[in-house]
């Protein structure tokens, strides 16, 4: 009997039943045609058979599935030898009263095609990329048993310069999945999804190369920021409402894309945004210094951050606050005294001066209104208030001053009653009072009285001296008037409480008179009163100068005796 053992070799999984047909030719006996089948790895045995037996094996050759070639097969014994006919004798190549053992060969080979693919990049936004960048393509399929292949994978590298790349042989029928998972790292940048044409395709499906087309798309990583401008503090109403802020920005080179800057402009209250910046970048923002708008000072520009990453897809929020505080300024008072008394006050005598005032209406205050005071002294220093806000309007008005001692205030007068407070100025102003000295006068009124009072002429002059001692507030002062017969002298400016005392010069005799007496009838001391003038009166006596002539009465004559003595006569004279 013989024994065939089934191999099936190549590169298939397919393990059909495969039939051997045998004709068995005994001695005398007519053919017998039998047949068994098996597969890969089985083996049958036949039935034992008389010496002198001929069997011939042939094997039904498979033709299925089409894509497996089929190789003849072959039928060898343990030597190697094709045993496709067996002669059962004691020279024939079939074992009497053995097994004859047989390999039945079979070869089945898959035929196999094979795809290419090109790489093909698009890059608008000029990202840098390696000229040896290389792109892993995978593909795989699944097993078919029926087509006898079991499930592969595979990869095929793309170079990024386009060139075709071919990929092995895959076996005629498999149908393919493509895909590009891992896309080379490009830092800065992000791929696209792949677009893989055609994304699935059969091998052996066409006659002409089929070479399926790679496209990447690669877009630059950037993301962006905005800015929000914010003016903060007391000062926000001095700012014009067409007020412009500059910021401007910078960063350095990265991932291969060049450095850049710029600048932004906006208003209060704007929010302006910047795109395209590559991601990654660490951006510094400036803003650029401001002019000081009138009555108010910027303080330093407050970024939430000034410097930061940009992320990708991402606008980072800024904001930027300017404070702005509103100046101050001030004013201040010089005493300035004036008037014949002003040297009657001193350097260290104080002068209130009040002052109201009305804050601006955009500080927004509450209250809005204030008062103050400020004490100014009369040596030539002027004295500065407490500072106002810009734009502060201010009364200033002067308490009633102390009084001084010989003197009367007439009044005051600002030159600037009212004004504006200033840019971080102080605005002067000059106070003066005006301050007169009290002072008053005596009068002195000449008569001239007596006998010889005919003698003196109408414009004959009398000189009266006068002198007071010095008081509190004014030096001793002394002085003499002229005043004629029946006249009036006047001395007026002399201070107030001054206590004069008057002496008249004593004039000389007239000729045929004699003065007999100077008299003040109310006295010769005065006290001087302000604006007042003291009535004194000066009265002279004078005697007429006493001569005369005497008469001796001489009786001559005859009758002489005869006037009796005692006698009287009567002489009469005039003059």
Do not use: M
């Not at 039945?104 to 090109?118: I, M, V």
């Not at 903060?232 to 001095?238: C, F, K, M, R, S």
């Not at 410097?307 to 300024?329: A, H, R």
């Not at 008053?440 to 002429?457: M, N, Q, R, Y």
């Amino acid at each position: 009997k013989f024994q065939v053992t089934k191999e099936l070799t190549g590169d298939t999984t397919l393990n059909p039943a495969f039939t051997v047909n045998y004709t068995v030719t005994e001695p005398g006996q007519e053919p017998v045609e039998k047949s068994f089948t098996l597969h890969s790895g089985e083996t049958f045995t036949s039935q034992e058979f008389f010496r002198g037996s001929v069997v011939e094996l042939t094997e039904v050759q498979p033709t299925d599935p089409a894509n497996v070639n089929w190789a003849t097969p072959v039928f060898l014994d343990a030597d190697g030898n094709p045993a496709d006919t067996l002669t059962f004798t004691a020279d024939g190549n079939g074992k009497l009263g053995a097994v004859t053992e047989i390999r039945l060969l079979n070869g089945a080979t898959l035929q196999k095609g094979d795809f290419s693919a090109q790489k093909n990049v698009v890059n608008e936004d000029g990202v840098p990329l390696a000229d040896d960048l290389e792109f892993a393509l995978d593909y795989s399929y699944p097993a078919d048993a029926e087509k006898g292949f079991a499930a592969g994978y595979g990869t095929l590298t793309l170079p990024i310069s386009g060139e075709s790349v071919t990929s092995d042989a895959l076996p005629v029928g498999a149908v393919l999945t493509l895909s590009e998972p891992n896309l080379p790292n490009v830092p800065g940048a992000t791929w696209g999804e792949p677009v893989i044409d055609p994304a699935t395709l059969t091998i052996g499906d066409s006659t002409d190369p089929v070479t399926v087309s790679v496209r990447n798309t690669i877009t630059q990583d950037v993301g962006g920021f905005s800015i929000t401008k914010a003016v903060i503090g007391d000062g926000t109403e001095l700012v014009p409402e067409d007020a412009v802020f500059t910021v401007t920005y910078e960063y350095d080179a990265i991932n291969g894309f060049p450095a850049g800057s710029g600048q932004i402009e906006f208003g209060a209250g704007e929010t302006e945004t910047v795109n395209g910046i590559p991601a990654g970048a660490t951006v510094t923002l400036t803003e650029l210094s401001l002019d000081d708008p009138t009555g108010g000072t910027w303080g330093e520009p407050e970024f939430s951050e000034s410097s930061f990453t940009v992320v990708k897809d991402t606008v980072v929020s800024i904001d930027l606050d300017n404070p702005i505080s509103w100046n101050n300024g001030d004013f201040s008072v010089l005493k300035a005294v004036t008037g014949d008394g002003a040297d009657l006050v001193s350097e260290d005598a104080l002068f209130t001066v009040d002052y109201s005032y009305t804050l601006p209406e955009g500080l927004g205050a509450d209250p809005a209104t204030g008062t103050g005071t400020l004490t100014v002294a009369n040596n030539g220093e002027a004295i500065v208030s407490d500072p106002l806000p810009y734009g502060t309007e201010v009364t200033i008005s002067e308490a009633a001053p102390t009084e001084v001692a010989g003197g009367t205030w007439l009044g005051y007068e600002f030159d600037n009653p009212t004004f504006t407070i200033g840019d971080k100025t102080t605005f002067e102003v000059v106070l003066t009072n005006e301050i007169e000295r009290d002072l008053g006068g005596f009068a002195v009124t000449k008569a001239v009285e007596g006998s010889g009072a005919d003698l003196i002429g109408e414009d004959t002059e009398f000189t009266v001296n006068y002198s007071y001692p010095a008081g509190d507030w004014y030096e001793a002062g002394e002085g003499s008037l002229t005043v004629t017969k029946g006249g009036t002298a006047t001395v007026d400016g002399l201070p107030e409480g001054a206590v004069v005392t008057l002496e008249e010069v004593l004039p000389v005799d007239p000729e045929n008179g004699t003065w007999v007496s100077a008299s003040f009838p109310d006295g010769n001391v005065v006290t001087v009163g302000k604006n007042q003038t003291a009535e004194v009166a000066l009265v002279n006596e004078i005697a007429l100068g006493e001569g005369g002539f005497s008469i001796q009465k001489l009786i001559d004559g005859s009758g002489k005796n005869l006037v009796a003595n005692g006698a009287v006569f009567v002489v009469h004279y005039e003059y």
